[in-house]
T-cell receptor, first 111, second 114 residues
Framework: GQNIDQPTEMTATEGAIVQINCTYQ??????LFWYQQHAGEAPTFLSY????GLEEKGRFSSFLSRSKGYSYLLLKELQMKDSASYLC????????????FGRGTSLIVHP | DTGVSQNPRHKITKRGQNVTFRCDPI?????LYWYRQTLGQGPEFLTY????????KSRLLSDRFSAERPKGSFSTLEIQRTEQGDSAMYLC????????????FGSGTQLSVL
């Protein structure tokens, strides 16, 4: 089966940096996504990694190590609007395009 | 690009009733997904279409759940004989069939079974 682990909740201060980790154990791998979901809203795409290394996009960066089954999402210069759930999703190899989601990490940013 | 549209936004029903939800994907997207999400959990995959073909349906939660995409455009998800445990947010997503295949989600249908 598939197992995707993320911390349930994290808190951070406005202006700080926070790292949200995701570990996965899956039968095959064909990419890892990070999505942001504000309360009561739909998930929206943040980043995608399929090769090892760091992908940077503005204040957000995502890292992948396939050998360790590990990814993290790094959020810099935190803003209050970054308070949301962050979902890690793994897509398996084998022709299926279906991402499997972790339970999400609820990030609370306080002043 | 008007985004993925889901109707209704909210549905309240009594246990035992049938409900149907509709999803209109982004027009040029040929892949369409249904997920279910409960409070504090990530989206749970239910089923997936490529054009009108339902390629994966083994993860539908029971035989009370069914989905269609008759002309490869909009899709419907039906739950028959609803149970209180079916209360959840039902999310639809579409993807273009090319590139990294990121999902574009609709705002969901919140189902409450009384």
């Amino acid at each position: 089966g598939q197992n995707i682990d993320q911390p349930t909740e994290m808190t951070a201060t406005e202006g700080a940096i926070v790292q949200i980790n995701c570990t996965y154990q899956t039968s095959g791998f064909n990419g890892l996504f990070w999505y942001q979901q504000h309360a009561g809203e739909a998930p929206t795409f943040l980043s995608y990694n399929v090769l090892d290394g760091l992908e940077e996009k503005g204040r957000f960066s995502s890292f992948l190590s396939r050998s360790k089954g590990y990814s993290y999402l790094l959020l810099k210069e935190l803003q209050m609007k970054d308070s949301a759930s962050y979902l890690c999703a793994v897509r398996l190899s084998g022709g299926s395009y279906i991402p499997t989601f972790g339970r999400g990490t609820s990030l609370i940013v306080h002043p | 690009d008007t985004g993925v549209s889901q109707n209704p936004r909210h549905k309240i029903t009594k246990r035992g009733q049938n409900v149907t939800f509709r999803c209109d994907p982004i027009s040029e997207h040929n892949r369409l997904y249904w997920y279910r999400q409960t409070l504090g959990q990530g989206p749970e995959f239910l089923t997936y279409f490529q054009n009108e073909a339902q390629l994966e349906k083994s993860r539908l939660l029971s035989d009370r759940f069914s989905a269609e995409r008759p002309k490869g455009s909009f899709s419907t998800l039906e739950i028959q004989r609803t149970e209180q445990g079916d209360s959840a947010m039902y999310l639809c997503a579409s993807s273009p069939g090319t590139g990294i295949e990121k999902l574009f989600f609709g705002s969901g249908t919140q189902l409450s079974v009384l």
